[in-house]
């Protein structure tokens, strides 16, 4: 079974400034995807990045970023010019591809407070 | 941008109530799944549905939980008998299955509350 683990319980960053969150997960599979979920105070859950296993090149999506070490299992995620509105709690995520029914494994999350 | 939609958004049942969650995922997905999430906790997988049947569920999803299709747009959860301990947001997504850029959209959630 998959197992993610995030062992920042909570971080806080301050505004424009940079910041990392970790992640690492367990696999025996080679083929995968890994996603960043952003969940705000509303609860909503939000997909952030997404990296697929295959691919050397770490994803990019505006001010987000991952570093992806396959050998390492390691999937954090940086967060650029931090702004208010990233205050929330972040979920790293792991799906396996291939086969069956793609469910995610989620981490415990890492509560992230941007301060002013 | 097409969104999953999930009513209610908040539902408080008394324990022993069935309550049906109900969820449109997006218009041409073929997949369906019900996470759910314990104030605190991390999400986690309850059950993926396609081709109109249950392709694969978690311990959690014991015989209180049902999950259906009525229609060509709803995908529902129903839990027969509620628990305090079913007290969750609990979350509907949706999946295309056919496009290599392999995502999954969540809805905003139905917060439940069993007294």
């Known amino acids: 079974a998959q197992t993610v683990t995030q062992s920042q319980p909570e971080m806080s960053v301050q505004e424009a400034e940079t910041v990392t969150l970790s992640c690492t997960y367990d696999?025996?599979?080679?083929?995968?995807?890994l996603f960043w979920y952003k969940q705000p105070p509303s609860r909503q859950m939000i997909l952030v990045i997404r990296q697929e296993a295959y691919k050397q090149q770490n994803a990019t999506e505006n001010r987000f970023s991952v570093n992806f070490q396959k050998a390492a299992k390691s999937f954090s995620l940086k967060i650029s010019d931090s702004q208010l509105g990233d205050t929330a709690m972040y979920f790293c995520?792991?799906?396996?591809?291939?086969?069956?029914?793609?469910?995610?494994?989620f981490g415990k999350g890492t509560k992230l407070s941007v301060i002013p | 941008e097409p969104e999953v939609t999930q009513t209610p958004s908040h539902q408080v049942t008394q324990m022993g109530q069935e309550v049906i969650l109900r969820c449109v995922p997006i218009s041409n997905h073929l997949y369906f799944y019900w996470y759910r999430q314990i104030l605190g906790q991390k999400v986690e997988f309850l059950v993926s549905?396609?081709?109109?049947?249950?392709?694969?569920k978690s311990e959690i999803f014991d015989d209180q939980f049902s999950v259906e299709r009525p229609d060509g747009s709803n995908f529902t959860l129903k839990i027969r008998s509620t628990k305090l301990e079913d007290s969750a947001m609990y979350f509907c997504?949706?999946?295309?299955?056919?496009?290599?850029?392999?995502?999954?959209?969540f809805g905003s959630g139905t917060q439940l509350s069993v007294l």
């Open positions: 549905f396609y081709n109109n049947e249950i392709s694969e």
């Open positions: 995520a792991f799906m396996e591809s291939g086969a069956g029914s793609y469910q995610l494994t």
């Open positions: 997504a949706s999946r295309d299955g056919r496009s290599e850029e392999e995502k999954l959209f």
């Open positions: 696999t025996s599979e080679s083929n995968y995807y």
